[in-house]
């Protein structure tokens, strides 16, 4: 059984691009969470996928958007990247989209925007 | 609105006990949520309660009152890689999405 994985690892970009960073799911699991997580802050949801369709969203822009795919895989594409972007990206994956008790987290995307 | 509270944070000496609180205000209620976060790495569940008392869970044990918006995670017989922060969540009634606290940094001292 594989656990969660994202890519990449860090990144770094300029203000005003694009970046697209990547989940993987657990096995089995079919519900892909989304967080942003700044330095010495609590992680903030940014939006959920279960199988394929967007099942909730947190207080953020429409410049960040995502995608879940027939794999249950996930991208989360964020839009004229600004500096308070730069944070730990986080996906966390769950099996179910109402019922499950636990997700399990990604080592996460260090994202910096200069 | 959707609030929650936690020390920012606390210092213990190994084999001591300690307790970390947590408070919230939300819109919504299904679960309560204990993760541990070492520095530099991705959340890790720890324990889980929906209905009121105290689930125990080796070393760790987490308790919660609903009707007073409060849980608390009690860890026993500290070691040096507790050393963490611990992050409280709160699950709403829509669809998984997951209110976290500001997150406890918990320093063991030998």
């Known amino acids: 059984e594989t656990g969660v994985t994202q890519s990449p690892t860090h990144l770094i970009k300029t203000r005003g691009q694009q970046v697209t960073l990547r989940c993987s799911s657990q096995s089995g699991h079919n519900t892909v969470s989304w967080y942003q997580q700044a330095l010495g802050q609590g992680p903030q949801f940014i939006f959920q996928y279960y199988r394929e369709e967007e099942n909730g969203r947190g207080n953020f822009p429409p410049r960040f958007s995502g995608l879940q795919f027939p794999n249950y895989s996930s991208e989360l594409n964020v839009n004229a990247l600004e500096l308070d972007d730069s944070a730990l990206y986080l996906c966390a994956s769950s099996f179910e989209g109402f019922s499950t008790v636990e997700q399990y987290f990604g080592p996460g995307t260090r994202l910096t925007v200069t | ?110």
């Open chain 2, 1 to 110: 609105g959707q609030n929650i509270d936690q020390p920012t944070e606390m210092t213990a000496t190994e084999g001591a006990i300690v307790q970390i609180n947590c408070t919230y205000q939300t819109s919504g209620f299904n679960g309560l949520f204990w993760y541990q976060q070492h520095a530099g790495e991705a959340p890790t569940f720890l324990s889980y309660n929906v209905l009121d008392g105290l689930e125990e869970k080796g070393r760790f044990s987490s308790f919660l009152s609903r009707s007073k918006g409060y849980s608390y995670l009690l860890l026993k017989e500290l070691q040096m890689k507790d050393s963490a922060s611990y992050l409280c969540a709160v699950r709403d009634n829509y669809g998984q999405n997951f209110v976290f606290g500001p997150g406890t940094r918990l320093s063991v001292l030998p």
